[in-house]
């Protein structure tokens, strides 16, 4: 009888390790499904069942903490004894989006992504608002996806709510991430996408001004978008 596997989180940076820990074995797990991780672990070709167990099945509880996203891999690796020292998320495909679709995102090279903040903590949506006015204006367009009750970001086309991996998927034309979000900043790595990540709203004490904080940002996106970095 397989034993099941329980990941006692509710981060999607936790699911993305044991995708990449899974993804390293040489056999196939059974994981007890939780809808808050479909997006990462459904279809991982190394779960042979993503489901709920029996009441007689064995679970293996895995827990987590705030470590890196290498050592949250090693952790994980220990508990369920598999021997590896390289992890690499399986980054499920996405299907192909419609004709339509398309024709609005165009080439557009930026792809924000604003996730719904913790309650501890609030995006800077004037930093961002101020980096992509400066990115448009250098003739680089930008997509909005992400929660959709957070502010829309002016100058961007705006499709809150979709699959953003799926527009990652379709669209090679995007290489460049704007994000609050620490899964997407990790994720982007394997994706060979560049990112940026706006954090909380800073400090007002702190010594480099908004505007000299974008425009520092403008320019080193805009410079990662023309090498191609």
Known sequence: MSSWIYLNSTSNIDALALSAVLNASDKCFNVV????????????????????????DDVICISTD?????????????????????????????????????????????????????DDEAIDVFLIDAIVQGLNAKGYEAIQTGFEALPHIRKS??????????????????????????????????????????????NPTMEMSGIAKSNTVINQISNSIQHGK
């Open 33 to 56: 499904k939780q809808s808050r991780f479909n997006f990462v672990l459904e279809g991982h070709p190394k779960i042979e069942q993503y489901g709920h167990p029996s009441k007689d």
């Open 157 to 202: 086309y705006d499709l809150r709510g979709f699959d953003s991996l799926q527009i990652l998927h379709n669209f090679d034309s995007v290489s460049q991430i704007i994000t609050n979000s620490s899964f997407w900043q990790i994720l982007s790595k394997y994706l060979n996408k560049s990112c940026y990540v706006v954090s909380d709203v800073p």
């Open 66 to 118: 705030n470590s890196s996203f290498s050592e949250l891999c090693d952790k994980i690796a220990t508990q369920l004894a598999i021997d590896a020292t390289e992890f690499t998320p399986f980054i499920p495909v996405r299907s192909k989006m419609t004709s339509s679709i398309g024709e609005i995102i165009g080439n557009s090279k930026i792809l924000i992504i604003l996730e719904k903040p913790n």
